[in-house]
Structures are given as structure tokens and as C-alpha cells.
């Protein structure tokens, strides 16, 4: 996923901090946080052939709460996580498990260059949602801001002019996924603790897997060489959004955006070397106009809110 949020671990929101600017740390962090998108991404890969996505997101989710409950036992704030809200947290992990397959089975599918650029346009979507589900205001900039990235979605979502394929709807259809993740995300930390939001995330998208993976009774177990993309795919979900979270609490958003968004070229290049995937000019240029939305949007969010 994208950044432009702190709290909660979802994209979206742009976090504003009055602490002194770290940016050699908040730097590091991010460098960090795009190793472990790319790991994610290549591991996602090489289970698709063995693996279904359901699969891949039920052992995701039982490595992710095993972290979550170790680390929430080991900090002492286990007693922050509450039953409360729990339709809420149900339709946020319903959408975010909706988002997450659908990115899984995109990442098999098409170019890492393409994905990276369809996640890129989920501030612009949370932005023109926001005034409906968050009583935030539309601004001329916030949809001057959309109306750019929309424009680079089209780039992006057709580089040769030859039609959409399935993984490109796929990774459409993720964006959206991921949107209304990050606006249910917004109200729950409005009320909720940060740990009582991923103890449920994890726990609740680990029953949706074990429920859409074993329906049929044709549940696969991962055979022992393929653990370590297991293990990959489960650690690199939740490391990449720390050290998002941990980079917007070093540097101001307009310093770690484009940060970010630095991952989207070294995907490319990862693909062209590992899966001879070929680079799409206007898939780049797509992403670019993309990241001038959103640079766009997020300069004028964080002017105009006071510290």
C-alpha cells in the first residue's frame, strides 16, 4: 500500500507533526519500508503458482497476529485491545482483505510497475471520499488534485492501447479496496488504540482466510521450500507499514511522499532484471502525473493545517 498516513498503519491520511524534522532517519525508514513492498511483492509471486491468493492471506494473517500479540505482550498494551466497534472493524477488514487478494492476484499478473502505480492513486480516491464519510472539506485542490491523477490512472492503465486485461482490473478494483480501508481506518482511530486496530485486522482477515481458502475442503499447506516466501509475504506486510509510520513521525509528509514514491522506479527495475518484464514508457509517465496529484495535494494539506 501507499503512504500519506500515520496512525492506524493504513494510506491515506496525510499526518502533520510539530516534532523537530528527522529526514536521514525518516530517510532510512523508508528505504526500509520499500525493501519490504518489493520482498512482499516477489514473494506474492512466487507463491501464486502453488498458492491461491486466500491461501496466501490466511498464512499472512497468522503470522501477522503471532507479531501482534507478541510485540502488544512484550510492550505491555495488550490491555488496550477493545471489543468495541466491531461492525466497524468487521467492514474494514472485509474491504481490506477484498484489496489485498485482489493485489495478490495482480502482482502475478502484470508488470510490479503498473501495480506500484495503480496503489499510488489511493490518497486521491480517500480525498474525494473524505468529505462524504469524514465530514472533511472538498477543496478546488483536492479535486484539481484527482482530476490530474485521473489522468495518470488512464496512462497507467493502458500503456499499450490494446485493451484492459485482467490483472489490470484486478489492481483497479485494489485501489478501491484499499480506499475504503483507509476511511474505515480513520474512524476507528478516532476512538480506537493503534494495537486494538491491527490485533483485530489480523485476526479477523486470518478467519476470512481459513473460511474462502478451505471452503472446499482444498486447502494447500505450503511445501518446506516455499516457507521462507511464506514468512516473507506475512513480516513484510506489517514491517513496510512501521517504517511508514515510523518516517512520517521523523519528517514532515511533503519530505517523505516522494520518498515513496522512489519505490515505484526501483520496481521496474527489479521486474526488468528478475522477470524480463518489459518497461512501459507511459506506465512511468502515468506514475509521475500520479505523484504530482498527490505531491500537489499533500503540499496544500499540510500549509493549511496548523500545527
Request: glycine share 6%; net charge neutral; with cysteine.
Given at each position: ?57 490466511t498464512y499472512r494473517s497468522a503470522i501477522g497476529f503471532a507479531i501482534v500479540l507478541a510485540v502488544a505482550r ?120 493503534t494495537v486494538s486496530i491491527m490485533f483485530w485486522l489480523t485476526l479477523m482477515q486470518l478467519c476470512f482466510g ?98
Amino acid at each position: 500500500m501507499p503512504l500519506l498516513r500515520a496512525a492506524g498503519n493504513e494510506p491515506g491520511v496525510i499526518a502533520v507533526t510539530d516534532a523537530p524534522s528527522r529526514p536521514i532517519a525518516a530517510l532510512a525508514f523508508m528505504m526500509a519500508a520499500t525493501l519490504s513492498f518489493m520482498l512482499m511483492a516477489v514473494a506474492g509471486r512466487e507463491l501464486a503458482a502453488r498458492l491461491d491468493t486466500f491461501e496466501i492471506m490466511t498464512y499472512r494473517s497468522a503470522i501477522g497476529f503471532a507479531i501482534v500479540l507478541a510485540v502488544a505482550r512484550w510492550r505491555g498494551i495488550l490491555h488496550d485491545v477493545k471489543a468495541r466497534r466491531m461492525g466497524l472493524h468487521a467492514l474494514r477488514n472485509a474491504t481490506h482483505f477484498f484489496g489485498q487478494n485482489l493485489w495478490l492476484y495482480a502482482v502475478a499478473l502484470i508488470p510490479f510497475s503498473q501495480l506500484f502505480a495503480f496503489e499510488f492513486s489511493v490518497p486521491l480516491w480517500v480525498a474525494l471520499a473524505a468529505p462524504f464519510f469524514l465530514n472533511e472539506r472538498l477543496t478546488r485542490t483536492r479535486m484539481a488534485a484527482a482530476l490530474i491523477g485521473f489522468v495518470g490512472i488512464i496512462l497507467v492503465a493502458r500503456p499499450d492501447m490494446s485493451g484492459l486485461s485482467a490483472g489490470v482490473i484486478a489492481a483497479a478494483l485494489c485501489a478501491f479496496g484499499f480506499t475504503a480501508t483507509s476511511i474505515t481506518t480513520k474512524l476507528l482511530t478516532r476512538t480506537e488504540a493503534t494495537v486494538s486496530i491491527m490485533f483485530w485486522l489480523t485476526l479477523m482477515q486470518l478467519c476470512f482466510g481459513l473460511i474462502t481458502a478451505g471452503y472446499d475442503l482444498d486447502f494447500t499447506l505450503p511445501a518446506l521450500e516455499d516457507m521462507h516466501w511464506v514468512a516473507a509475504v506475512g513480516i513484510c506486510g506489517l514491517s513496510a507499514h512501521f517504517c511508514i509510520t515510523s518516517a512520517l513521525a521523523l519528517a514532515p509528509a511533503t519530505v517523505v511522499a516522494p520518498l515513496d514514491f522512489a519505490r515505484l522506479p526501483i520496481a521496474a527495475v527489479v521486474g526488468m532484471i528478475f522477470y524480463d518484464e518489459a518497461l512501459a514508457p507511459l506506465v512511468l509517465v502515468g506514475a509521475a502525473v500520479i505523484f504530482a496529484a498527490n505531491f500537489v495535494n499533500i503540499r496544500a494539506e499540510t500549509r493549511a493545517t496548523p500545527p
